[in-house]
């Protein structure tokens, strides 16, 4: 049968003793412990040995975006002076502030001035105006940091014809020309054969330059009809 020891469960009679190993149970096979080897720097003698370092992750921090709060000065662009050239005539109780298309001051056989002229002669005034003082020419020719811009001309034309209103009576100043419309009548073409009031200088007539009217003869209808419109203001004294 195999087997190979055998225990009774009562002590038999006359039977000899039994072994002491016999009874003692086998205990059930430990299970296998693993075991990982420590490894230690080597430490040189007489130098503590140093601390393993632990990396602690730190807040990123944002940039700060300044350039939306702070304001960017705005930039002052200085423009260019103007150019042009203006004569102020008298012909009877008005005042023309004619542009010179030329630069220089009329002569007698100018085809500019001839056309004056004819303009005047329509419309009821003397065809030989009186020149007043000499033609205005922008820019000034000064030296030293001198403010020649758009504004200082308007300020300086307006000043002119002032003082020559100051003179005499005036029913109506003549502007002809876009220089002279855009510096005394703080307007520009559009406003042209349209009647202005200035605040210093008073009733204005807006009229395209010479040189316009010569190049584009068509304009001289719009010219005519808003000539008869106005002819009253310097023509009702005279009658």
């Known amino acids: 049968m195999q087997v190979v020891s055998w225990l009774p469960r009562t002590e038999l009679p006359f039977a000899a003793p039994s072994r002491p190993e016999l009874l003692v ?4 096979p430990a299970e296998p412990v693993i075991t990982r080897p420590v490894v230690k720097a080597a430490v040189a003698p007489g130098k503590p040995a140093e601390r393993p370092k632990i990396e ?3 807040p990123v921090s944002k940039p700060v975006v300044e350039a939306e709060s702070a304001p960017v000065p705005a930039k002052v662009v200085q423009l260019p002076p103007p150019r042009f050239a203006l004569q102020l005539l008298r012909a009877g109780r008005c005042l023309v502030l004619v542009e010179l298309p030329t630069g220089s001051a009329f002569q007698s056989r100018d085809p500019a001035y001839l056309l004056l002229k004819d303009m005047l002669r329509a419309a ?3 065809d030989s105006p009186q020149i007043i003082g000499e033609p205005v020419r922008w ?3 000064r030296r030293g940091n001198v403010d020649q811009g758009p504004e200082a001309a308007r ?3 307006q000043g002119f014809v002032m003082a020559r209103l100051e003179e005499a009576e005036c029913a ?3 502007l002809i020309g876009l220089p002279a419309v855009r510096f005394a009548g703080e307007t520009d073409a559009h406003a042209f054969n349209s009647q202005l009031q200035i605040e210093g200088l008073g009733c204005a007539w807006a009229l395209p330059g010479l040189e316009l009217l010569m190049d584009e003869p068509q304009r001289k209808a719009d010219v005519w009809q808003a000539m008869r419109q106005l002819m009253a203001r310097w ?3 005279d009658e």
Not at 25 to 28: A, F, G, K, S, T
């Open 56 to 58: 602690v992750p730190r």
């Open 155 to 157: 300020e300086f034309v």
């Open 124 to 126: 009821g005034l003397p």
């Open 25 to 28: 149970l086998p205990e059930p």
């Open 235 to 237: 023509k009702q004294n």
């Open 139 to 141: 820019p000034l020719l």
């Open 172 to 174: 109506c100043l003549w």
